[in-house]
């Protein structure tokens, strides 16, 4: 049987403190509901990161000259070039005089990349009128008047003077060893209208570029 105020009917007061209990506690209980729900998703956070690195060493590129076909140096400058060998006295030239000389080139054994090399004047001094030449590529060093091969510089071209884009290839040599060498053979010619007595020198830069 319950029990009521006799003045307001109400329920007595322990009854509503009953009551009031009850609700609170389903208050925190719902309150614990949604902490519980927070807790969870900060929990299922993840990071994880990948590196790469890379490690890049340059090459090496060496051009080498030879006028004997067997030793290969540097002749790095104009002011150091590598003496011709002309096969007639370049100091007793006379008209219609041929005189010839062999050259080589290769790639040193610490060069990594193939290359091509252009051909240009590097300047003259003293007199060279009444001269021309021809350069030939040859399967073998050495060179005569009779020496036949590729063309890179046509016959008559005058002695200060190389055509426009005149290049051949080399290739880089591998295990250490060095490139196989291209060989060339020069011709100059002396035309008959050389004067007596006139003297000078040409010179020609080989420039490789690496591939």
Not at 72 to 78: G, K, P, R
Request: glycine share 14%; charged share 10%; hydrophobic share 40%.
């Amino acid at each position: 049987m319950t029990h009521t105020d006799a003045v307001t009917g109400a329920p007595p007061e322990s009854g509503r403190r009953r009551g009031f209990r009850s609700r609170r506690v389903k208050a925190i209980l719902a309150g614990g509901l949604v902490l519980g729900v927070g807790a969870a998703v900060t929990l299922a956070a993840w990071n994880d990161s990948e590196f790469a690195q890379g490690t890049f060493t340059a090459g090496t590129f060496n051009l080498v000259g030879s006028t004997d076909g067997t030793t290969f140096t540097d002749h790095a400058t104009a002011g150091t070039p590598a003496t011709l060998g002309f096969t007639v006295n370049a100091a007793s030239l006379s008209p219609g005089a041929v005189t010839t000389a062999p050259f080589a080139v290769e790639l040193a054994a610490n060069t990594t990349n193939d290359a091509v090399v252009t051909v240009s004047g590097a300047g003259s001094t003293g007199t060279v009128a009444q001269l021309t030449y021809e350069l030939l590529q040859t399967t073998t060093f050495g060179c005569t008047t009779s020496t036949t091969g590729t063309t890179v510089v046509p016959a008559g071209t005058a002695l200060t003077t190389v055509p426009a884009s005149t290049t051949f290839p080399l290739v880089h040599g591998t295990g250490g060893a060095a490139g196989a060498p291209v060989f060339l053979c020069y011709k100059v010619t002396a035309g008959a209208g050389l004067v007596q007595g006139q003297t000078g020198s040409a010179t020609w830069q080989f420039a490789a570029a690496s591939q």
